[in-house]
């Protein structure tokens, strides 16, 4: 069969509000350089880390998996992973964690700078994955500085998730405020979280308006767009920058989304990303559009995302991190991806099969069977890591892509 | 006597065949975090599931290569129908991949009885407390599924059998302060593995029958380089021989599936619900629960207890939790003193001949 492939490389419209995007970011850095200046206690979280309560105690919070992909799309991550290697941290630990640690003991960054510096305290939460905690262990060791853990229990099911395990986390995020207290020597303030609860709150609810506008067709953003104006939502969740920035953002979508804008010319395919982005390799996602392939919507995006209630604290920060969807033991991703496959008229998904990422990537196989037998659903997959591009096989995956569509071309458009 | 426990493991899946004839019911459980306890006290028979060192035929459709052979493995025997005499199954979260693994067992094996249970990452009292609720909700649901009333008695019986096993076993490891063991590191292993199977009374009668004898016995190890060997778990009892023929004798280990598996007691109490999410929790924690530090001081305190020359740490490869605390415990031996062998590990495609080789070069560098 005859591909309709372009001569030159597909480079997308962006989004005019991913520009804006740059400012928030140096903002960001500026204040986190600054803020031994500015008296700003400095918070090392994971991922699935109610972030509100940095905020609430007015300290910045720093991510170190979003640094480590920021490092991995500024092309440094492989020399810090081999570092990270060369001192002892062995091979095949998350590249999330050995790229930070490469940045760490050669106190560069992504940036050409020194690095991110020091944290003042260290928060780990038992959120996405039990090496998270593992992991801020092993840099307490480096820092010598307050470690607190926030405990979380794993439902067999998320759908369903019992009282207990909602006292449980409550209590736990109840108790690192108090940690917080006494290691920042700031007075928690229940108000002052009830306003960032809020503006959590909201910044999710724009985030959703914005997935939910993804179901037109042709798809209004491109997954390149959804993944870097996600880092509000990671590190900026519960500010009103945040805010502000997805108002923005979700105006700009509506107005595609009114003039039938399409984020990639000749939309014939849409698409599911599952699940982590290859930061090194951002462009592969134009790879698909070239073929006239649209991502429509991902998980990814809406791991981040998530309703709180500023008159119960507490209780909805529990609730909300634990309903991420890889926090329980059954395939509970699958039915996610079904409820979105109708909605966003949706003709396979393409699963990067994340070889550091374990956890994350080990019910792929079975989601996959799940959604061809149940629907018929075609999907390809590709092995790759997120932050370290030592192992990736362009040329390889290029011609997965091809197969692939000419599969889909062959289902769709029958000759 | 010794070759009995090994016989009885090799042929497990053989000796659970005969049990379910008789009309018994037989549950699997993953890891040291499953009190069995409360299986016992159902009535049922726990067994522990495990892998074996056979290359992967059907699992491979189902997991990613570059999950632990461990669990590729366990699901690879459960597909093959290796454990289709069990009546249920018990997950644990523990690590990562334990948690992966329940959704995709209960979809291709579908098996008539299932549980996952919650156990926390901590070990205050909070988390006891939470444990202890988790426990009864497992309780509860044995109870239902076998028709067997599960009371405090038959909860403190359980406890009753499973210290003394306990007990048993660490009178065991003990025999190896001796300067001269009377029993190898490789027969030590496959007296515990066989514990994983045999019911616990069943197993204790051995283990005394074995003490008993001993003393008249030979002492037949002797001269090898003392050695500990900590880390995951395996299936080859062969890496414990190749040990042995390369001059070195395990003394002492911590292993997943080792002493980590007996150390630690459980109280009898009338709230014996309480005493298992204790006893559980509080034990020598594996290391996907925090923190790492109460681990790290068992293993210096058995080395030096143990008189060891050496220690080799062995992780399963792509085992994320070992390979975070292998810097830490690397270090915390060095620093006392104790050479470390790193080894990383597959039990599928074991290659004897250059396991052999590390070791061996490294005994040279010890003596």
Redesign the interface.
Known sequence: MEKEKATVPFKPVRLATSAALGTLNENYYRDLANAKADGKPVIWITSMTPIELIYAFDGIPFLPENYSALCSSRKVAAEFCESAEGRGMPQGLCSYALCMFGSIFEQRGALGDEGAGKPDILLATEGACATHPKWWEAMQRQFNCPLIIIDAAYTVDGDMLPEHHKSYLEAEIKKAAYELEEYTGRKFDIDRLREVVTLSDRASELWDEIDEMRAAVPTPVTQIDVFTCLFALVTLRGTREAVEFYEQLRDEVKERLDNGVGAIPNEKFRLIWDLFPVYHNMRLLNYFAEFGAAFVTDLYGNAFSGRVDASDPFGSLAERYLSFFMRSASLGKSELYKQRIEKYHVDGIVFHSNRCCRCFSAEQPETGQILREELGLPSMTFEADMVDPRIFDDAQVKARVETFIEMLEARKYPK | MESEFYESYSKRHELAEGWKKAGKGIIGYFCNYTPEELIYASGMIPVRIRGTAENIALAD????T???SFIRSCLDQALRGRYSYLDGVV?P?????T??????W??NMKPPYFW?L?????SND??VD?FT??LALFKESLAGYTGNKIDNESLNKAIKVYNENRSLMQEINKLALDDTPPLTGSEVYAIMLSGLILPKDEHSAMLRKLLDNLPSSQKTVNGGVRLMIAGNTFENIELMQAIEECGGTVVIDDLDIGTRYYWNHIEESDEPLKSLADGYLRRIPC??K???QPRIENILKLANDYRVKGVILI?Q??C??H??????I?NSLQQAGFPVLLVEHSDIGWAGGKFKTMVRAFIEMLE
Not at chain 2, 61 to 64: D, E, F, G, N, S
Not at chain 2, 118 to 122: E, F, L, M, R, T
């Open positions: 459709a189902h997991l990613p570059f999950c632990c997950f979260k523990t690590c990562d991949m948690r992966c693994l329940p959704g995709i209960k979809r996952f919650p156990v926390p990452g901590k909070d988390a939470f609720g988790e290391p996907c925090h923190l790492t992780n490869k792509y994320d939790t390979l975070y605390d292998r810097p830490m690397e």
